[in-house]
């Protein structure tokens, strides 16, 4: 998750905390904030810095929002990456 600067450098319309606190209660796990420099990156940045996070992480799952309607998520889905998180 963004802190409280989001893409382009934009404030974000609720604080960190009070977004955290929403996902907790909606049943997140964890919430782990993306550092600013990365946050306030072009869409392709945020997410490459965001899913090399995750994999440090070794998480299992990824959950995301898209606003492109063409993008085939079926064949995303059988899509897996095999040791590309730089150590």
Known sequence: ????????GE???????????MAIK???DLVVELPFQC???PADLFAKYAVNILGHLKCDY??????NYHI??????NF????????
């Open 1 to 8: 998750m963004s802190g409280n600067w989001v893409q382009r």
């Open 11 to 21: 404030p974000a319309i609720f604080d960190k905390w009070s977004r955290t606190r």
């Open 26 to 28: 909606s049943g997140v």
């Open 39 to 41: 946050a306030v990156q």
């Open 62 to 67: 990824l959950s995301f929002g898209c606003e």
């Open 72 to 77: 085939n998520f079926k064949e995303l889905g």
């Open 80 to 87: 897996k990456i095999q040791d590309s998180i730089k150590k």
